[in-house]
């Protein structure tokens, strides 16, 4: 049996070998899951597979295991508040559910509800799940058992994120096909609060002040609300012309921000978003998927470049190191709250 | 990507096919209409026999890469080597890939086997349901797939908690699921119309499924649906062909068979049952899966009749939807307005224009009859070139930017050519009226591409440029005139003939089609389209003022209604079907199927299936 001493070694040695600093004795509150395609653009549904593709889990930083199925579109992970061991999944074949950390699962969703995108679940009413769709939002009241389409007065109701305003329960923004859209009474009514030309890929709310929300957009740049979501504006120094899918806090430091894209590479901000600096030198090109600020480990950034290794950086971006994987496409970065 | 839904051609021409496939190979049918219903059947009851023994012997002993899933299902529906099949089928159960394309084969094995199978051959299937969670897919091929796949196996496997199905759901669950699901796409397909219509490959896509529901449906108002959507696919592909070759405008077809209008799945069922061309290569790949339980359909003879009769001139109309619409979109299926006239020596079909399907739309053509298919590029069409993210985004819930490059990678290599000639456009509009097509086109500064490009087949028969600016072709016993609308260049093409590429953003087509029969000469031909009025402009919008071969004076402006004989056409009241031979209004769910005094009347609301002979 290898004594503690020996999976240390072992662990810095992978660490030193892998490009990244183990989290080391202090365990990480956090397991690592990435939604990654594995076998490349070129993957059709129904062809042979010739790479695992689906949810990959690392719990220690070093390495993955991979949980669950392995389908080719897995959208987004998130845990369930009601059990340590729950995961939801945002995938192609719907809302899925593991009870026991992706050993099984079960399709929450039916027919009528195909590829969701985003997820989020009330923390303050948390039997409340909301599911962005194609085609809608669809919203249940009991853990997944039964769902209702719930985007009325939303136009063009293509949803690609949601976000549920930890300060109030019923209160949703929903980044859409034509801008972001508000709730206040969990889904039954929804208003138009930023009109966008294209997608809203991604939405997020401040760890450090619950007021402020960041937004990136297909051609609308990324934005930036100080009054919970009720008004934007437009934060300057970020490139409209490319696509952006991801902005992130870092919830270590709430000067820090993170936002990607397809070719506008992975820019970085240290001073609340007022600028922004390049930071995708060293990455193998500016197409980057997605991107992630490890909580439990303050300056560790996660980015996906297109159909590359997943890279981290120790130093929020200066320098990155391949990670994990030899060629993904990671849908989705995200860390969920260890059992 | 998704989404990009997809063929499988690996899985599909994983077979080896050094061995001889008798009708592939084979003389052409004899085309004759068998009148005798018993002999007809027989005939039909042969070239299954013909794909199953063929299929049935590509599985060597001792080589098990030959022995697939395919072997096994031949064998199977042949009732022999159930032992050799058993013992494979658990092998081939320990590693399950290919998702919905997957199911529906394991399906029909597992139906086809119960009394053939060993118990430990029947628990590795029942076991790989449990442990392979396919993919449901992103389009209505993949889900009538899926869940016609699921709605038998949730039959066969009833009152199992979840925890025995990959999904989680329980056998009631995944009937009930499945159940809704068909009943939803029947219903769509039936009043509004199909969303992949008239794909020269997808067709089998729908037709094996429902086959399956009509063969083994326990239920026997879902078995009655099965037979009726098979009939309504069938008399759908039958009305459009051309001596077994699918004709007019399709939602999706492919590079191959856009030239070659012959080699695509749909003939493998033209070959089948309706007897009058080849099979395509390996009885079309997945045919093979229709022939497994084929025994257990028969094409009414209305629908019969219809398929084989060219003896007459007809226009066919046809409203069909697009396939289902996410973002750029005020509606979620937009109407397809399809028309198609049909002649024993050519078919000319089109649709409206615009992007109605990503990446495989094939909006008009010619194509002419031909004594043997086989090779032959029989076809005249042009096409407004078009690629972008914005098309790709309207129909596929992918991110944008990486979608283009990356259709090319997923069997739709010109996706983004220059060169390309599959595809819809925005920018392009179409009217037909008989056998005239007129193409406009206004490329606004900027988009890809800013041109026409025009396909010349190898296989014209005379081809002349004209100083009238009409360029003069026949193809088979068809006259074509084809006039190109702005100055143009010759590109050769790497498969035979040649591009006609026109590198002008106002642009456009007209084609009138005649029979050869129908003048003394060529020269004859010629100079009555030289006569026809014409006028042509193109600033500051495309227009064409024409009077066809037929007397049709026809006004078309790009941006505008079209004008017929001084009055302004009206799609609003495009019917789901009309013509000659099939007729159906919006949202009735009732098709009637005609020929001569036979008639049979599929009642989707009611789930009846009425034949009458007419006096």
């Known amino acids: 049996m290898q004594t503690l001493k020996s999976k240390l070694f072992f662990a810095a040695l992978l660490a030193a070998l892998g490009g990244h600093a183990p989290i080391g004795a202090a365990a990480p509150k956090h397991d690592l899951y990435l939604s990654v395609l594995l076998s490349g653009p070129g993957q059709i549904m129904g062809g042979r597979t010739p790479a695992l593709s689906g949810v990959y889990r690392s719990t220690d930083r070093l390495k993955v295991e991979h949980v669950g199925f392995g389908h080719i579109r897995m959208f987004q992970v998130i845990g369930d508040p009601h059990s340590a061991d729950g995961l939801y999944l945002a995938a192609l074949n719907g809302v899925v559910h593991s009870k026991d950390r992706g050993k099984t699962w079960r399709i929450l969703t039916g027919w009528d509800m195909t590829e969701p995108k985003g997820l989020a679940i009330d923390p303050n009413a948390t039997d409340h799940i909301y599911a962005g769709l194609p085609d809608g939002i669809a919203v249940s009241r009991d853990r997944g058992a039964t769902w209702a389409r719930m985007n009325g007065g939303i136009r063009r109701s293509y949803t690609q994120t949601i976000t549920i305003d930890r300060t109030q329960a019923g209160r949703v923004l929903a980044g859409t096909e034509l801008g972001i859209y508000l709730t206040e009474d969990g889904a039954r009514t929804w208003r138009l609060v930023q009109p966008t030309t294209e997608t809203t890929y991604d939405l997020r709310q401040s760890p450090h002040d619950p007021k402020i929300f960041f937004a990136v957009t297909t051609s609308s740049g990324a934005l930036w609300s100080e009054d919970r979501g009720l008004t934007w504006k437009p934060i300057a120094g970020v490139p409209k012309k490319h696509t952006l899918h991801n902005g992130v806090f870092d919830p270590s430091d709430a000067r820090r921000l993170v936002l990607c894209g397809w070719d506008a590479g992975l820019l970085v901000s240290e001073d609340g978003g007022r600028t922004w600096l390049d930071r995708t030198a060293g990455l193998p090109n500016r197409q980057i998927w997605s991107v992630a600020v490890d909580p439990d480990q303050p300056g560790r950034l996660y980015a996906s470049p297109f159909q590359q290794p997943v890279y981290v950086s120790e130093d929020f971006g200066l320098n990155w190191k391949p990670a994990f994987f030899e060629k993904a496409t990671a849908f989705n970065l995200t860390f969920v709250p260890r059992p | ?615």
């Open chain 2, 1 to 615: 990507m998704k989404t990009l839904s997809c063929l499988a051609l690996a899985v599909v021409f994983s077979v080896p096919l050094a061995r001889a496939q008798p009708s592939f190979k084979g003389p052409m049918p004899d085309a004759t209409v068998i009148v005798d219903a018993s002999l007809r059947r027989a005939a039909y009851l042969s070239r299954i026999d013909e794909a199953l023994v063929w299929r049935a012997a590509m599985a060597k002993p001792g080589e098990p890469k030959t022995f697939g899933l395919g072997e096994i299902v031949s064998k199977l529906a042949r009732r022999e080597d159930a032992a050799a099949c058993s013992e494979r089928l658990i092998e081939l159960m320990k590693a399950p890939t290919g998702d919905m394309f997957w199911m529906f084969p394991v399906t029909a094995i597992y139906y086809l086997g119960r009394d053939q199978l060993t118990p430990e051959a029947k628990a590795a299937v029942r076991e790989a349901w449990r442990a392979y969670m396919p993919l449901r897919g992103d389009t209505e091929n993949h889900w009538a797939m899926y869940y016609s796949s699921l709605y038998l196996m949730a039959q066969q496997w009833p009152d199992e908690p979840g925890e025995r199905w990959f999904n989680g759901k329980s056998s009631r669950e995944n009937f009930e699921e499945s159940r809704d699901y068909l009943l939803h796409w029947m219903e769509l397909t039936t009043t509004i119309g199909q969303g992949e219509y008239d794909c020269t490959h997808y067709i089998g896509e729908y037709a094996i499924p429902m086959l399956y529901l009509a063969t083994w449906a326990r239920d026997p108002a879902m078995r009655q649906r099965g037979r009726m959507m098979l009939d309504y696919i069938f008399a759908d592909y039958a009305v459009e062909t051309l001596n077994g070759m699918y004709v007019g405008a399709h939602a999706r077809t492919d590079d191959t068979t856009l030239l070659e209008k012959w080699n695509g799945l749909s003939s493998f069922f033209g070959w089948l049952l309706l007897g009058n061309c080849p099979p395509t290569v390996a009885y079309g790949g997945w045919g093979i899966y229709f022939v497994a339980a084929a025994k257990n359909y028969e094409l009414p003879e209305v629908i019969y009749r219809i398929g084989t009769d060219r003896a007459g001139t007809y226009t066919h109309y046809e409203r069909k939807r697009t396939r289902h619409r996410w973002r750029n979109s005020d509606v979620r299926n937009a109407p397809v307005y399809k028309t198609t006239y049909i002649t024993k020596d050519y078919a000319v079909g089109s649709d409206q224009g615009g992007l109605l399907q990503p990446i495989q739309q094939h909006s008009w053509d010619v194509t002419w009859a031909v004594p043997d298919p086989r090779g032959v590029h029989n076809t005249i069409f042009s096409n407004q070139p078009h690629f972008s993210a914005h098309e790709l985004m309207m129909y596929f819930t992918e991110k944008p930017d990486f979608m283009p490059a990356a259709v090319t990678s997923q069997g739709k290599p010109t996706y983004i050519a220059e060169s390309k000639l599959l595809g819809g456009s925005p920018y392009e509009q179409i009217f037909q009226r008989d056998d005239t097509v007129i193409s406009l086109c206004h490329v606004p500064a900027g988009a890809n591409f800013e041109q026409v490009n025009g396909f010349f087949s190898k296989d014209l028969a005379r081809f002349e440029e004209d100083a009238s600016g009409w360029i003069f072709t026949q193809g088979g016993n068809a006259y074509i005139a084809y006039r190109p609308l702005a100055p143009y260049e010759w590109k050769p093409l790497e498969v035979g003939g040649k591009r006609l590429r026109s590198p002008h953003g106002k642009n456009g087509t007209i084609v009138q089609a005649a029979s050869v029969a129908e003048f003394k000469s060529w020269d004859d031909f010629k100079a009555a389209i030289r006569a026809l009025p014409l006028e042509i402009r193109l600033e500051p919008t495309p227009r064409v003022a024409f009077t066809t071969l037929r007397g049709k004076k026809l006004v078309c402006t790009y941006g505008a209604a079209p004008v017929v004989d001084g009055t302004t056409f009206d799609y609003s009241g495009w019917k789901l079907f009309s013509g000659p031979y099939l007729n159906a209004e919006v949202g009735s769910g009732k098709l009637t199927i005609t020929h001569g005094a036979l008639e049979r009347v599929l009642d989707f609301k009611t789930i009846t299936i009425t034949d009458r002979v007419k006096p």
